[in-house]
Structure formats: C-alpha cells, structure tokens
T-cell receptor, first 109, second 115 residues
Framework: GQNIDQPTEMTATEGAIVQINCTYQ??????LFWYQQHAGEAPTFLSY??LDGLEEKGRFSSFLSRSKGYSYLLLKELQMKDSASYLC??????????WGAGTKLIIKP | IAGITQAPTSQILAAGRRMTLRCTQD?????MYWYRQDLGLGLRLIHY???????GKGEVPDGYSVSRANTDDFPLTLASAVPSQTSVYFC??????????????FGPGTRLTVL
C-alpha cells in the first residue's frame, strides 16, 4: 500500500532550527512535495524534490533520499509566523499526490 | 479572479439534501482535484480531472460526483448528504505536463457540516 508517515506535532523555539521528517511508500515515485498550511487556511507549496540531495530556498531546505524513502524539511531562524502544519506528499506513478496527515509545528518565544 | 475560488465558504446542510460545491480557476490549468481534509487525517482525494471532458475517481469517491465541462470549472456534487461527509473540502489545480513541477494550487476551502 501507499503510506506517508510524519510526526503529529513538534515544538521549537523562536530563532532555532527544526527538522521535520517524512518517510514515504508510494507505488512508483515522481517526487516529494512539502506544503505549509496555517490553521483555517489552504495548503501552500513550499518545495519539491525528485532527485537525491538538498534543495535550499531561503530559510527552508528540503532533503530527499530515494533509496531510504525519506525526506526532511529543515526550517532555520524560526519565526512565530512559521507556526503551522507541514504536509509531506509523495507523487505516485499515476501522478497522484499521497498525503501525510501533517506535522503541527508550535513555535514558542 | 486570481487563482482558485470556491463557493460557498461554509454551509450547514440537512442530511439527505443535495449540495454542489463550486470551484473555478483562472490559471488555465489542465488538471483539477477535489480533496477532503479531516482532523488527524491527510488530504484525501475524492475525484480528479486531468483535462476538460475527463474525470477520474480518487481514494474516497463514494457519495460524490464531479463534472468538467470546461477548463475553468470543476463542481463537486453530494447527491444525498450524510453526516460522515462533514469535512473541509479543498479544490486544487495544477499545470500537469507543463514546465512547472506540477505543484498544486489550492482554493480557500469549503467547510461543510451535515446534520
């Protein structure tokens, strides 16, 4: 079956670094997405990885290891506005996204 | 219009009633999707359309139907609503096969309560 696993909730301190892990199992693989979703709002695109390695985009970076079925999202210099849920999603062989339940990130001052 | 719009924003519906959730995009994306999001669960695909005139079933299609008469509109119909269909519904679109990474753009959502 297809499955995306990520922690339910994480807590971090403003200004610190946090890493949100995601493991995936999909029928075929066409890439791994990370989305951010603030409470009561729609998900918005953060990053896409299809090759192994690290993709950096400002304070956010995303890493992929296809052999391990593993990805992480790294958030640096945390700000209060980063409090949100972070959704990991794998793109399967039919180009359908398989979504994790999301990781709720709580930032404390 | 810029992006994707959904209507209504929220709705309370009696069980057994018919309801259509509307979704319109102005980005000329070929692919569109309907998801439901429930607490503790990931987004679950209800139906999708890869191009105007075609539709497909997702993970949880029972009790729902869709149509795609043109590129811009992708309505979702609940023929006879049941309480288990209480959820937040998101419409999304993507430029499948285009130059982008096929990221999906989401509408603001419709919060539906079936009593």
């Amino acid at each position: 079956g297809q499955n995306i696993d990520q922690p339910t909730e994480m807590t971090a301190t403003e200004g610190a670094i946090v890493q949100i892990n995601c493991t995936y199992q999909t029928s075929g693989f066409n890439g791994l997405f990370w989305y951010q979703q603030h409470a009561g709002e729609a998900p918005t695109f953060l990053s896409y990885n299809v090759l192994d390695g690290l993709e950096e985009k400002g304070r956010f970076s995303s890493f992929l290891s296809r052999s391990k079925g593993y990805s992480y999202l790294l958030l640096k210099e945390l700000q209060m506005k980063d409090s949100a849920s972070y959704l990991c999603a794998g793109l399967d062989s039919n180009y359908q996204l398989i979504w994790g339940a999301g990781t709720k990130l709580i930032i404390k001052p | 219009i810029a992006g994707i719009t959904q209507a209504p924003t929220s709705q309370i519906l009696a069980a057994g009633r018919r309801m259509t959730l509307r979704c319109t995009q102005d980005m000329r994306h070929n692919a569109m999707y309907w998801y439901r999001q429930d607490l503790g669960l990931g987004l679950r695909l209800i139906h999708y359309s890869n191009t105007a005139g075609t539709t497909g079933k997702g993970e949880v299609p029972d009790g729902y139907s869709v149509s795609r008469a043109n590129t811009d509109d992708f309505p979702l119909t609940l023929a006879s609503a049941v309480p288990s269909q209480t959820s937040v519904y998101f419409c999304a679109s993507s430029d499948r096969g285009g130059a982008s990474v096929d990221e999906q753009f989401f509408g603001p959502g419709t919060r539906l309560t079936v009593l």
